[in-house]
């Protein structure tokens, strides 16, 4: 394995740890989701192709992680509540402002999203990429991109706005 | 013009819309009023939310990132794929020889040859026999397997030498136990591989014991088992033969750790 690819890892942690701290709602849960992804990216690091995106694939096995890990939490029962999860952005508690608050209620609006929307929202909102782009990195149409990003904004406008049922919004329009 | 749904108006939002689809949007909200009330929504939840999450963008990454990148040994210990399933240990428990004796190599201390012959498997370090014969995990390697991460190493004084205890990784067995490979090194270079299973009565069994040989490089950075340890109870074998699915990932590792090593009631 050559040092390249590490090095180019190394560039992509930072948006690699924006996408899973709009996902996990914690950067600790961010951290340990990407220390995993980069565990499993080098394990298998003979699957990448190169010449294509390292960037995709490296947030492909982001994804897949984030799946098994809410399915896994479901089958178990256990309440994703990340309420009291986010950290303080500064200890010093200048930072307890209005951002802070916003950030709470978005990432816990966010964590209640079913996991495909969360994911559209991650990819397009949080990490800048393009609807196309998106839907590349989820493998699904863009017109499925779409509609499920529109969906999950809504939702979560409903949520942080009216404190509306957000699973219910969610869902609204049906499955993709 | 009512032809205008959600999705376009958020690709207006979001610079989406090519030119006839974006001036159809323009018209319909120069035209309809609620128009630019179905926009607010998109415009509230749009990339503007990066910023609330761009604190990685703005502070150093992790040194615990930086390592997982860097530090191929573990890395590829906690290969959980189907090739992993196959052969678990073949190709990473060299490679995570290599890298642990490396550090040790950079201390400066002179390698020498672990266990030569004559030396029994209840003179090694951090092993001890039962009463019923039974090789154990003696207490400190038993409260590291306990407790430590795979990955990370402790230190840890064993017959009045000072040693490092490092998992490697964690498995499930298909008795719904747990196993763990791990390392064990002393001051002196003499390193150790391990398996070590979980007993119901809590103690760790130890399946197999080797002594690892930093001078029968096999290929560079591979290091072969010393010579008259290996064989039916290797640690290769004794992986082969427990393993039941794949190596535990990190997340599941910790979660069996904080439930006290119970046997799983379902699938991880």
């Known amino acids: ?176 | 013009m009512s032809g205008i749904s959600d999705e376009m108006l958020m690709a207006y939002v979001d610079g989406e819309l090519d030119g006839s689809a974006r001036t159809a949007v323009e018209t319909y909200l120069a035209s309809v009023p609620e128009g630019v009330e179905r926009l607010r929504v998109f415009e509230a939840t749009g990339r503007g939310l990066s910023s609330l999450f761009d604190q990685p963008m703005r502070e150093p990454v992790p040194q615990r990132l930086l390592d997982a990148v860097n530090a191929p040994a573990d890395v590829v210990a906690f290969d959980r794929s189907k090739r992993a399933r196959q052969r678990p240990i073949a190709m990473t428990w060299p490679t995570a020889l290599a890298a642990s004796l490396t550090i040790l190599a950079a201390g400066g201390s002179a390698y020498w040859l672990a266990s030569q012959s004559g030396s029994k498997l209840e003179d090694n370090l951090g092993v001890e026999i039962a009463s019923n014969g039974d090789r154990l995990a003696s207490r400190q390697v038993a409260s590291v397997l306990d407790t430590a991460a795979s990955g990370t190493t402790t230190a840890a004084m064993i017959d009045s030498q000072s040693a490092r205890i490092k998992p490697v990784y964690t498995f499930a067995t298909a008795s719904s136990g747990f196993c763990r490979q791990f390392m064990i090194s002393a001051q002196d270079a003499t390193a150790f591989g391990s398996v070590a299973c979980k007993s119901p009565d809590g103690r760790w069994r130890i399946e197999a014991y080797e002594a690892l040989d930093p001078n029968r490089s096999t290929a560079a950075g591979k290091i072969a088992p010393a010579s008259g340890t290996a064989g039916p109870n290797s640690v290769e074998d004794a992986v082969d033969r427990l393993i039941d699915g794949d190596v535990l990932s990190l997340e599941a590792e910790r979660a069996v750790i904080e439930r006290g090593w119970q046997a799983r009631s379902d699938r991880e």
Not at chain 1, 34 to 42: E, G, I, N, P, S
Request: net charge negative.
């Open chain 1, 1 to 176: 394995m050559s040092n390249d690819i590490r090095d180019r890892m190394v560039e992509l942690l930072p948006r690699l740890r924006r996408f899973a701290y709009a996902l996990t709602g914690s950067l600790d849960k961010a951290d340990d989701l990407v220390q995993d992804t980069c565990a499993r990216a080098l394990a298998n690091a003979d699957q990448w192709q190169p010449g294509t995106r390292l960037d995709s694939w490296m947030y492909r096995i982001a994804q897949n992680l984030w799946f098994d890990r809410l399915r896994s939490q479901k089958v178990r029962g256990e309440v994703v509540d990340i309420d009291g999860a986010l950290e303080i952005a500064g200890s010093d508690g200048r930072d307890v402002t209005d951002s802070r608050l916003t950030l709470q209620a978005v990432a816990t609006s966010i964590s209640r999203l079913p996991a495909d929307q969360q994911l559209v929202i991650a990819h397009v909102c949080i990490d800048g990429l393009s609807y196309k782009e998106a839907a590349d990195a989820l493998g699904i149409p863009l017109g499925t991109v779409m509609s499920r990003l529109a969906r999950a904004r809504t939702a979560l406008h409903e949520a942080l706005t009216g404190g509306g049922d957000i699973a219910a919004a969610a869902a609204k329009g049906g499955t993709p």
